[in-house]
């Protein structure tokens, strides 16, 4: 598109254009559910600058982005040098979630937990490599999920394409580019499939569809009218603190609590309530509090609403990446790893 408008000002560089959208790949082999599918969601940016060096700063602002996005999300990354063969370029990395079912082999460190890519090691079977990072020498294999990737593409398409821009002395001059993907419904897949058990979903705090789930007493049960008042103080009490957006109420009360507890552990809601038969006692009212691998805690209505306020504490830290204890140096020494 850069290529067929007239050419744009130096002025208006450095350029970021983004899209969300499904990606369509001819696969032949669609292997676990959103990880390898043929219909995929990405998002792709491509950036446009006056020169290196200044491609060199938006890769070090986009890096630091994605790296933010990556501890926000909570499931363990590595991110490693790629080989930028095909898609040309100098500068590239590739960030991976470490699961048996990735189809990258890496190599990982097992004293500093730098990993890379083999084909960028340069791996000979008799020498053994040392780590780049701590030259240590246990390195292991292990497989990667690709989930994202970024390129300092340079002149690479916008020579051939045409695509320049007016310099400083109204001179056409080749942009030159990055690029930066995220595969969305891989990162997904790829998270729960490295959080979950066979038995239950574990979601990162920040995508899981909801923060609590409420389940009352059985309609009929003879709990149910004492239970029922405590259900209700939580429905408000409870969307109050989290969100009522964030709070799933399943009023199936048609259903067993058994079967709806089974339900709700299968969808794996970081918090799941159940206003039982104990929750009827009329001197301490517990309720049945279940985290998700598999803890189960009884709680008061208040040790309850604490839980949930700490959570929501946790998911408000971690959208303000208050998990980053200097910002603007955390920032600044991205810029400066580019290697
Ligand atoms: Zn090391």
Redesign the pocket.
């Known amino acids: 598109m850069l290529a067929t408008t007239s050419p744009i000002s130096y002025r208006q560089l450095p350029l970021r254009l983004y899209q969300i959208g499904p990606k369509f790949r001819d696969e032949l082999k669609t292997r676990f559910g959103l990880m390898r599918a043929k219909e995929f969601l990405m998002k792709d940016m491509y950036s446009f600058d006056v020169s290196e060096e200044k491609a060199g700063e938006t890769y070090a602002i986009v890096s630091a982005a994605y790296d933010r996005l990556f501890k926000q999300l909570e499931v363990p990354f590595v991110k490693v040098n790629a080989a930028t063969g095909m898609m040309g370029g100098s500068v590239s990395h590739e960030y991976h979630y470490i699961s048996p079912v990735g189809e990258d082999t890496l190599l990982q460190?097992s004293?500093?937990?730098?990993a890379g890519n083999s084909e960028v090691l340069d791996v000979k079977p008799e020498s053994p490599v040392s780590?780049p990072?701590?030259?240590?020498s246990d390195l292991k294999e292990v497989r990667g999920v690709e989930v994202a990737h970024t390129f300092v593409l340079g002149d690479k398409y916008s020579k051939p394409l045409g695509a320049t821009f007016l310099n400083t002395s109204g001179k056409p001059q080749s942009l030159v580019m990055g690029c930066y993907g995220i595969g969305i419904t891989r990162v997904i897949a790829a998270a729960l499939e490295v959080l979950s058990s066979e038995q239950e979903l574990y979601w990162p705090c920040l995508l899981a569809p909801y923060d609590v789930c409420l389940i009352g007493p059985k309609q009929g049960s003879k709990e149910q009218s004492a239970a029922e008042l405590i259900e209700n103080e939580l429905l408000s009490k409870v969307g109050k603190l989290c969100g009522h957006q964030e709070l799933l109420h399943d009023d199936r009360k048609e259903l067993t609590i058994g079967k709806r507890l089974l339900e709700a552990k299968r969808l794996g809601h970081p918090l799941t309530i159940v206003v039982g038969a104990k929750a009827a006692q009329q001197d301490s009212p517990l309720l049945e509090v279940h985290l998700s691998k598999g803890e189960k805690l009884e709680l008061d209505i208040n040790e309850a609403l604490k839980l949930v306020a700490e959570h929501s504490q946790h998911k408000k830290n971690l959208l303000n990446c208050s998990f980053l204890q200097d910002k603007e140096e955390y920032i600044s020494q991205s810029a400066g790893q580019q290697h």
């Open positions: 460190c004293s500093c937990g730098f780590c990072s701590c030259k240590g």
